[in-house]
Antibody
């Protein structure tokens, strides 16, 4: 059974940093690209970024709203994806979901999110 | 950035009624359009991929259609458990984007 479990959320002051983890099980983690999607309280879904599998360079892509502040990485030996969030702003307050990207590896336009974690809440407030 | 506009924003529907939700893209995205269902206090769940392809385990009353810029999610014979917010998502080009969501309420 595929499982994605996020951790690391909490209350943080503006300008500070936080690192989220997504621990995966039930599939060969290294074969998949992984994404982070967030949802502000009472709002819709916003794609944050994704990391390709090592077979495709392990490179990353980000939404403009987080580019330069957030970094996604992965440790395939531990089946964990990370979201390092720096220079946090109050508008980054949201539930952060980890998702598995399925589709045709290497073809970004074919990806969809077939599994989602339960989410972890990040609150940025002084 | 490709903007996805869903309509309506909200729909109140009687059980067994048919529900139609549309998603319009600001430019052509082929069939790189996917649908998700999010029930209250739950994570989103994949319903339809590539505009019209069904997902294992998803009830057959859910179907999708469309290509290019206009897409439709149809729920035939709505059931009480279908109360949720529905989102479309495009992966045609980065940044990937979502529609604003359509909330379906059961009368």
């Amino acid at each position: 059974e595929v499982q994605l479990v996020e951790s690391g959320g909490g209350l943080v002051q503006p300008g500070r940093s936080l690192r989220l983890s997504c621990t995966a099980s039930g599939f060969t983690f290294g074969d998949y690209a992984m994404s982070w999607v967030r949802q502000a309280p009472g709002k819709g879904l916003e794609w944050v970024g994704f990391i390709r599998s090592k077979a495709y360079g392990g490179t990353t892509e980000y939404a403009a709203s987080v580019k330069g502040r957030f970094t996604i990485s992965r440790d395939d030996s531990k089946s964990i994806a990370y979201l390092q969030m720096n220079s946090l702003k109050t508008e980054d307050t949201a539930v952060y979901y980890c998702t598995r990207n399925s589709g045709y590896s290497g073809y970004d336009h074919t990806y969809y999110f077939d599994y989602w974690g339960q989410g972890t809440l990040v609150t940025v407030s002084s | 950035e490709i903007v996805l506009t869903q309509s309506p924003d909200f729909q109140s529907v009687t059980p067994k009624e048919k529900v139609t939700i549309t998603c319009r893209a600001s430019q052509s995205i082929g069939s790189s359009l996917h649908w998700y269902q999010q029930k209250p206090d739950q994570s989103p769940k994949l319903l339809i991929k590539y505009a019209s392809q069904s997902i294992s385990g998803v009830p057959s009353r859910f179907s999708g259609s469309g290509s290019g810029t206009d897409f439709t999610l149809t729920i035939n014979s709505l059931e009480a458990e279908d109360a949720a917010t529905y989102y479309c998502h495009q992966s045609s080009s980065l940044p990937w984007t979502f529609g604003q969501g359509t909330k379906v309420e059961i009368k």
